[in-house]
């Protein structure tokens, strides 16, 4: 399952350590969505402790990563990702919210190969992914339509929209990104072993319950959609509930 892109393999890079634990058993890694970044779930922290850390992922292009180059190859990408995670104590945990989704599917399927299968895939917002999102690219748009898009998307705090320096700085990675999941296609392969637990917002028209219920087709463990209220970014709302249900799953390891 190997890619063009080359990315640089150091666990230091990848993930935010700042919640690392010494008696962890368990990580978590959180997969940021299109455009997003580790900070995202920083959050999140106060709802893992004891056996399991959080761990969330840092990709290539935003934040102390903003001077390398965002990737281009979602393959390639989970390629590098499911290398290092591998290679750590802990057992692995995947959690993914949109294009995260994917690629904690795309990195547990990875894991699965190397006879290191993840213990649990949570997705959100996202649907299973034979189905192709978005329909239509929406990458190379003009400048002043991809901002429009990202209004409407949800993906920043609507200050950001007020500063063009900062703008300029994020819209290559965000188009990267988008460029990068208009890109994909899942490609055949065995299917997981692990539990996949999904959620949706009610209001998400790009993702209906219908598209996330083919989820369950991508596991011989089971499989559980829980639909709640918004839109895409229903997580944000949401993330309290769902961290719950994340520590309940964990619990029945």
């Known amino acids: 399952m190997s890619g063009q892109q080359t990315f640089r393999s ?4 990848w993930f935010d350590r700042r919640f690392q634990s010494a008696t962890a058993t368990h ?28 761990v969330p992922v840092q990709l290539p292009g935003r934040g102390a990563r903003m001077t390398e ?3 281009t190859d979602l393959c390639a990408l989970a390629d590098e ?3 290092v995670i591998a290679g750590e104590p802990t057992e692995a945990m995947l959690f993914g ?3 995260g989704a994917i690629l904690a599917f795309e990195v547990g399927r990875r ?12 997705v959100t917002g996202r649907p299973a992914p034979p189905i192709v999102r978005p329909r239509e690219p929406v990458s190379g748009l003009p400048r002043a339509e991809f901002l429009r ?5 949800g993906a920043a705090d609507e200050a950001v929209f007020a500063h063009d320096d900062l703008l300029d700085l994020l819209i290559p990675m965000i188009r990267a990104d988008f460029a990068m999941i208009e890109n994909y296609r899942r490609r055949p392969g065995p299917r997981l072993t692990c539990p996949v637990t999904a959620w949706c917002g009610d209001d998400d028209p790009g993702v209906p319950p219908s598209a996330m219920v083919p989820w369950g087709d991508e596991t011989s ?7 709640l209220p918004g839109g895409h970014f229903f997580l944000t709302e949401h993330h309290a509930a769902v961290a719950r249900c994340v520590n309940t799953a964990i619990r029945g390891l």
Do not use: N
């Open 10 to 13: 150091d666990a230091r890079l």
């Open 97 to 99: 919210h949109s294009m």
């Open 149 to 153: 898009m990202l209004r409407d998307y």
């Open 221 to 227: 463990g089971p499989f559980t959609l829980t639909v």
């Open 111 to 122: 894991l699965t190969a190397m006879g290191r299968p993840a213990r649990h895939l949570f």
């Open 27 to 54: 990580s978590l890694y959180c997969f940021p969505f299109a455009g997003g970044s580790a900070t995202y779930y920083a959050a999140w922290d106060r709802y893992f402790t004891g056996r399991v850390e959080l």
């Open 69 to 71: 180059p965002p990737a």
């Open 81 to 83: 990702l499911a290398e």
